[in-house]
């Protein structure tokens, strides 16, 4: 993309000798906006964040894997402020326009080391056509990189969105996601990305979950470099971009779930028919988080006991006699009375594919709300339970 040069490299900072330290490098310093974890226990990157993305512009982003920078106090702040200024020197920028993420292990301090020999070594590795290996670098128990490319219209003009994503384990967003990267070429002022940003990430990163833990460290970065001459001013010109950063952030959000640790299925629950759109999203929510549905589901078992009692505590109002249950087109209860042994046999035969949407309708009203998961096996414990070994 015109404008945005990559870099990812192998700093030492992971046990694994993977690439662990990447670079986004904007030309000129790019209009800005994020969203943050709303985790008590914030990681210093995330508290500095917060302060410097208020001016609304920044030029680079240092991204670290291996480490998260959290619970390290005073030190984790100065570390992180010593990595922005080391990267504006090497750049010759202000330090104002860094800004720096980490993801991995929390309660440790950055090896200040690594980073001091490792950053010099980055800079020098930018380009534009290292946009993979900067996804390589900021993975942790991700199985693969995640990138989406977009490419839209406006006034005969062609603009371009990428985004590049980390996630895998602790997926629980609450106003923000894992660690996130939107690049656009387009032309938009702060305020007018943060709405947009906002609005697309309450249909997609707020609407997925692998294991119900929040992050101390997410964050959702946008950066608008204005190359393409493409200005985001009008509504129509807003409804344009909006469309294309909801579908790039809705798939970078489908792309974390199905390389959630240990998964073997993805699946939609889409909740129907309540009377409000908050009973909607607290009973899809708490569908969604439940471990008895995802161990339910990874058992190809249709215990739909399961999901129908997790929606009876979500606090949503909730109707038992009215409700319906389907498993694709497959209806396994109607007005709260299991159909029978042989369309849960039919169910059990759905369970098996590796995508699965199940629907929930209280038929109590219009309003609807969706949340995407993925199921639960050995494999996410053994994962976790060896994190640090």
Known sequence: MKGFKFAGICAGIKKNGGKDLGLIYCQKPAAAAALFTRNKVMAAPVLLGKEKIKKGFVQAVLVNSGNANCFTGKKGIEDAIACSKLIGDCLDIGEDLVLVSSTGVIGANLPMDKFEAGI????????????????????????????????????NKIFSIVGIAKGSGMIRPDMATMLAFICTDVDISPQNLKMCLSAANEKSFNRITIDGDTSTNDTLLALANGSSGVKINDIDSKIVFQNALDEVCFQLAKMVVKDGEGATKFVQIIVKGAQTKQDAFKASEAIAHSNLVKTAIYGEDPNWGRITAAAGRSGAHVVPEKMDLFFDDQPLVLKGNWMGAEAEKKTAQIMKKSEIAITLDLNLGQETDSFFFCDFSENYVKINAEYRS
């Open 120 to 155: 010099p070594e980055i800079v020098r590795h930018l380009s534009f056509e290292s946009m993979d290996d900067f996804a390589d670098a900021i993975l942790t128990t991700d199985t693969n990189r995640k990138i989406l490319k977009k490419i839209g219209e406006i006034g």
